[in-house]
């Protein structure tokens, strides 16, 4: 959660994030603006960033950056393409209206829903916008934190969100930190009164690795209903993969279908395996409670 000299940064948001992309790049290959313009970085910056001294030191992984922290609520960062191959955009979901720990006012829900919807829209926009040369299909990105509350409902929220907009997500985990934005109250361990609601919405159905490009997915935590829609690749021999949380919400075991293809998986298993057609097509995956032809 870098920020500038503006605390928060809402007022000078774009020549910060030219000083971060300077930090990150380096002076000697700093990239492009969001606007396709070249960067120009301060003779004292480091001629190699951070970036390109991590891929120096490690050329297998993924880079993850993140633009400065006022994102978290729904404003644009202004970093621009870098010139890497590797690069994963990460970001955070919190309202402003946010009490760490809880309780959240009575205007939350309502006011905080659409603004947190905002902040994968702006995210989406950013990836896309930070597509250059080595990445032309834009940055793939993910929501690296959200949470920090007992508002069950509000995590439901975010979880549903991130399905809408294809987004994989890692919860904040609250540690033994003197931590503002979060505490043993809205941690997951050790328990406490709110948690089991807490697991119901974070233990989710949710596809792994899809054999294909993925179109939808979504999951209601109160029905156990998943669905899963993809274009298949007919090039991938994998099968994809989802993940089922049976202790959660398929304890009575679940009722799995693939339009277009086959379910190949054990019954009862908690890794749903689909196999699509080799000629390509798009495959729906359905996941119920309960046995498959069991009367309602």
């Not at 994963?88 to 659409?114: A, Q, T, W």
């Not at 899809?210 to 209601?220: E, I, Y």
């Not at 304890?251 to 890794?271: D, E, F, K, N, Q």
Request: proline fraction near 11%.
């Amino acid at each position: 959660e870098p920020y500038g000299r503006a605390v928060p940064p809402y007022t000078n948001g774009s020549p910060f994030d030219a000083e971060l992309q300077c930090f990150y790049t380096g002076r000697h290959a700093p990239g492009l603006d969001q606007a396709h313009h070249p960067v120009s970085c301060p003779g004292d910056d480091p001629a190699t960033g951070v970036i390109p001294r991590l891929e120096q030191a490690d050329p297998n992984h993924l880079v993850f950056y993140e633009g400065n922290y006022a994102t978290d609520s729904g404003p644009l960062n202004h970093i621009g393409p870098m010139p890497s191959s590797r690069l994963v955009l990460n970001f955070h979901d919190y309202c402003f209206l946010h009490i760490p720990n809880g309780p959240e006012g009575p205007e939350f829900g309502s006011v905080c829903g659409p603004l947190e919807d905002n902040v994968f829209t702006q995210h989406a926009s950013q990836s896309a916008a930070d597509a250059g040369a080595a990445q032309p299909g834009g940055i793939p990105d993910l929501l690296t934190e959200f949470g920090a509350t007992v508002d069950a409902a509000d995590l439901g929220r975010i979880t549903a969100d991130a399905d809408a907009h294809l987004t994989g997500w890692l919860y904040w985990q609250w540690l033994l930190y003197d931590d503002p934005t979060g505490s043993r109250t809205s941690g997951l361990w050790p328990p406490s009164a709110p948690t089991p609601a807490m697991l119901d919405v974070l233990s989710r159905a949710y596809p792994m690795a899809v054999a294909g490009t993925p179109l939808s997915t979504s999951f209601d935590p109160a029905s156990g209903h998943f669905s899963l829609r993809y274009r298949v690749n007919a090039g991938i021999t994998e099968p994809t993969v989802v993940y089922l949380p049976l202790a959660t919400h398929y304890p009575h075991g679940y009722c799995a279908t693939a339009s277009g293809g086959r379910v190949v998986s054990a019954p009862g298993s908690s890794y749903l395996d689909v196999d699509g057609p080799a000629t390509g097509g798009v495959v729906v995956v359905t996941v119920v409670p309960g046995v498959c032809g069991a009367a309602p």
